[in-house]
């Protein structure tokens, strides 16, 4: 779910998951990574275009247009706010949010995610979490945002609501 760039260990920005399918960014080194079930072909984006450093797979080529308009698309914008589950992929509502975070919830796979706004990344995941074995409570349960964010993130997740 957080993944670092192998290049530089940056932060990689999920761009697009679908299924077994994934598009990563490194906005600091310009690696990009194309997953495609069990493979991860590795290339460098170069003004406009994408150059394969990794062996070839036949499976990439009806990706490689889309991949490199999601890179073209966030390199001019930054990364929008899609709300998504980071376990499933699939779309999920907001519980709650403020000036630099949001939280978001999955009620198939009982799982939050919270995102937090970065400079020159836009919105990524900084975590998940979830209710407390007892269900009266939310709590972080996997950070791996910017330091200086988790309190702010632990703040936002056990001041949510208790559940229903």
Same mark, same amino acid.
């Given at each position: 779910?957080?993944?670092? %760039?192998?290049? =530089? *260990?940056?932060?990689?920005?999920? !761009?697009?998951?679908?299924?077994? #399918?994934?598009?990563?960014? /490194?906005? &600091? ?55 998504? %589950?980071?376990? =499933? *992929?699939?779309?999920?509502?907001? !519980?709650?949010?403020?000036?630099? #975070?949001?939280?978001?919830? /999955?009620? &198939? ?56």
């Amino acid at each position: 779910m957080f993944e670092r %760039c192998a290049a =530089d *260990g940056a932060d990689l920005v999920s !761009l697009h998951h679908q299924d077994a #399918v994934r598009y990563l960014f /490194c906005p &600091s080194c310009s690696m990009a990574v194309l997953v495609l079930g069990g493979n991860r072909l590795r290339y460098r984006y170069r003004k406009g275009d994408l150059f394969l450093l990794d062996p070839d797979d036949d499976r990439a080529l009806p990706h490689l247009d889309p991949f490199r308009d999601a890179i073209a698309r966030f390199v001019r914008t930054g990364q929008s706010f899609e709300p998504f %589950c980071s376990r =499933d *992929g699939g779309r999920v509502p907001i !519980l709650a949010e403020a000036e630099r #975070v949001k939280l978001v919830w /999955c009620a &198939s796979c009982r799982l939050g995610t919270a995102y937090v706004a970065r400079l020159g990344y836009g919105w990524t995941v900084a975590g998940t979490f979830g209710l407390e074995e007892d269900g009266s409570k939310y709590s972080v349960r996997d950070y791996r945002g910017p330091d200086d964010m988790y309190a702010l993130i632990e703040s936002a997740v056990t001041g949510l609501p208790k559940p229903a």
